[in-house]
């Protein structure tokens, strides 16, 4: 259990406390019955990266996806330090991602909706820098990277989509 206090004069209080809990329930069951993810029937499709696809282009994305994954609210789609492998676009809900340094205070590096992208954190350094946490029942298409890099250098205009969001103005 975290407890952290901190000043919020922007508020008008003096003293702020938030309590979180750690949870242990970190599994990410797949979806049961056909979780393949189809990307020409999504209707994220045209803010997702697929937007830009042509036909032959989209079904060749939707063989790199490997399906789409349920994620209950407060459970973590992957925490810092886990490998990274996978890409996640939102489908469904939301997340959060919070970086927690050795001191143990928690800070929110970003929030995540539908047509957005998680794992980014994890290109460079093969492993995740920070956790996703489902703000409420979500909903992610899972992109194995290395299949998602290998398309990238055949379809041209993934290649100019270095991320899911980038078609959202914000």
């Known amino acids: 259990m975290f407890d952290h206090t901190e000043d919020d004069a922007a508020c008008g209080s003096t003293k702020t406390s938030i309590t979180l809990e750690k949870r242990s329930d970190t599994k990410v069951a797949p979806v049961p019955g056909d979780a393949k993810a189809r990307c020409a029937t999504c209707m994220m499709r045209n803010i997702c990266m697929a937007a830009s696809l ?3 282009e989209m079904y060749r994305l939707d063989s790199v996806v490997q399906g789409w994954r349920s994620v209950k609210q407060g459970e973590r789609l ?3 330090g886990d490998p990274f ?3 996640y676009a939102v489908r469904a809900g939301s997340f959060k991602t919070v970086v927690t340094p050795s001191k143990g ?3 929110i590096a970003g929030f995540h909706m539908a047509g957005d992208s998680l794992g980014m954190d994890g290109v460079c350094q093969e492993s995740h820098s920070c956790d996703a946490i489902a703000l409420e029942d979500s909903v992610v298409c899972v992109i194995p990277f290395h299949l998602l890099e290998a398309l990238c250098r055949e379809i041209k205009p993934l290649q100019r989509k270095p991320s899911f969001n980038d078609a959202l103005p914000r």
């Open 54 to 56: 042509e036909a032959g």
């Open 78 to 80: 992957y925490r810092a």
């Open 85 to 87: 492998r996978s890409l």
């Open 105 to 107: 205070k928690e800070t």
